[in-house]
T-cell receptor
Framework: AQKVTQAQTEISVVEKEDVTLDCVYE???????LFWYKQPPSGELVFLIR??????QNEISGRYSWNFQKSTSSFNFTITASQVVDSAVYFC??????????????????FGQGTILTVHP | DTEVTQTPKHLVMGMTNKKSLKCEQH?????MYWYKQKAKKPPELMFV???????INESVPSRFSPECPNSSLLNLHLHALQPEDSALYLC?????????????FGEGSWLTVV
């Protein structure tokens, strides 16, 4: 069974601070995919990044960066120079093949509990 | 802007009402999903359609009835709901039903059952 743990329930920072959101996962598969989503108060889940289990290269996109470490089963997300618009709930998610009782195989997305990030001006 | 659009954005319905949530995507995706999200919780999968056929039903009560009229549209018909069904309902799509395919979500429909 797969599991995703986001140990930080809530984080509060002041604008321009750097902040790291932690994500630890458990899976028995060698092939899997990890995702981060952002959910602002409006409700939409916004896709941020996808990483496959064979690609441990860190990635940077503007103020966002991701650190994937297979050895520790972690996929952490850092926001540099945070802004008020970064305030949202952030979900880490794991996708691996799952077969249901009817025999259908599909990539089931398992979410962590989410981290509420509040950036104060 | 999201390429998965949901209507209505907000819906208030009585326990005896029949209503529908609608979802549309124009990305050519062949898999579409309904998720339910309660406050302060992650989304939970309800239904999955692949090539317009229902592939996954996560033991959802029959008062929720999904429908996929064509490859771009997904509906969720609601009947005789309970107050505990009040939640954010998220529609999503992906190219196919595969682990590598990113699931893209709509803005959600906020449902209140009174």
């Amino acid at each position: 069974a797969q599991k995703v743990t986001q140990a930080q329930t809530e984080i509060s920072v002041v604008e321009k601070e750097d902040v790291t959101l932690d994500c630890v996962y458990e899976t028995r598969d060698t092939t899997y995919y990890l995702f981060w989503y952002k959910q602002p108060p409006s409700g939409e889940l916004v896709f941020l990044i996808r990483r496959n289990s064979f690609d441990e290269q860190n990635e940077i996109s503007g103020r966002y960066s991701w650190n994937f470490q297979k050895s520790t089963s972690s996929f952490n997300f850092t926001i540099t120079a945070s802004q008020v618009v970064d305030s949202a709930v952030y979900f880490c998610a794991l996708s691996e093949y799952t077969a249901n009782a009817g025999g259908t195989s599909y990539g089931k997305l398992t979410f962590g509990q989410g981290t509420i990030l509040t950036v104060h001006p | 802007d999201t390429e998965v659009t949901q209507t209505p954005k907000h819906l208030v319905m009585g326990m005896t009402n029949k209503k529908s949530l609608k979802c549309e995507q124009h990305m050519g995706h062949r898999a579409m999903y309904w998720y339910k999200q309660k406050a302060k919780k992650p989304p939970e999968l309800m239904f999955v359609y692949s090539y317009e056929k229902l592939s996954i039903n996560e033991s959802v009560p029959s008062r929720f009835s999904p429908e996929c009229p064509n490859s771009s549209l997904l509906n969720l018909h609601l009947h005789a709901l309970q107050p505990e069904d009040s939640a954010l309902y998220l529609c999503a799509s992906s190219q196919y039903l595969a682990t590598r395919n990113t699931i893209y979500f709509g803005e959600g429909s906020w449902l209140t059952v009174v």
